[in-house]
């Protein structure tokens, strides 16, 4: 007889328990969606309470979190984002847009150093990102960072992809008189009778009739773009 009482109270708890969860889904979808036209509407202070509250209610939901730092992002609250931002990033380690709302709230605050360590740390993560990879090199140069926006576009070259924009930047960068110049010229006319001229780290026992081939990606786009 307490063996079947004890199994009745296992399973009452557990369906008090499914019950529970499943009301505090309902509620926090229904927090959510406010919060959603609140945001639209331009109201964050408002929306940042209703995805706070739908966090609360439901914490699997990575989106909830995101969008309440967005929100706290819009009303300038950078710390908070920050601080959020790296707390949801460890629980939610697959979701790369925490870290690039990490880097634009470092970048409102102008801490431009900090900003690229994060995006480097995407970029890591997720090598594929070369739209994004691109913006921030070109970020990094008219911050003044000229290595580490030498070295992103220097990424793009080295694996093919975004090669005539990645050029432009090195350029720029460099000088009218510099090889990445010569190169851009090169892929900007598609002459075939020109032969690109090696880098200077390479063999100069290399094929000079060698060429670069010129490669067209479709960019990527996040919620949390740059």
């Known amino acids: 007889m307490q063996k079947l009482l004890a199994v009745f109270l296992l399973l009452a708890t557990l369906l008090l328990f499914s019950c529970t969860t499943m009301g505090n889904e309902r509620r926090a979808l229904q927090a ?4 959603s036209q609140l945001f639209e509407n331009q109201e964050y202070a408002a929306s940042v309470q209703l995805y706070k509250e739908a966090a609360l209610l439901d914490s699997s939901q990575a989106s909830y979190q995101y969008n309440e730092q967005l929100a706290l992002f819009h009303l300038g609250d950078y710390d908070q984002v920050l601080e959020k931002s790296h707390s949801s990033f460890k629980n939610f380690p697959t979701h790369l847009s925490f870290l690039f709302l990490q880097a634009k709230a470092l970048t409102q605050e102008k801490q431009y150093e900090k900003a690229l360590q994060v995006y480097q740390r995407i970029f890591s993560l997720n090598p594929a990102l070369y739209a994004e990879r691109l913006e ?10 000229k290595e580490q926006a030498t070295e992103l576009a220097l990424a793009l070259v080295r694996e093919h992809q975004r090669e005539k924009d990645a050029f432009t930047l090195l350029s720029k960068l460099e000088g009218e008189e510099s090889w990445y110049a010569y190169m851009l010229q090169y892929l900007t006319k598609g002459d075939a009778t020109q032969s690109p001229k090696q880098l200077p780290e390479e063999s100069s026992t290399e094929d000079e009739s060698s060429s670069v081939e010129a490669q067209e990606t479709t960019e990527q786009e996040t919620e949390a773009s740059l």
Request: no cysteine.
């Open 32 to 35: 959510a969606d406010k919060a």
């Open 136 to 145: 921030v090199a070109t970020q990094a140069a008219s911050w003044g960072f």
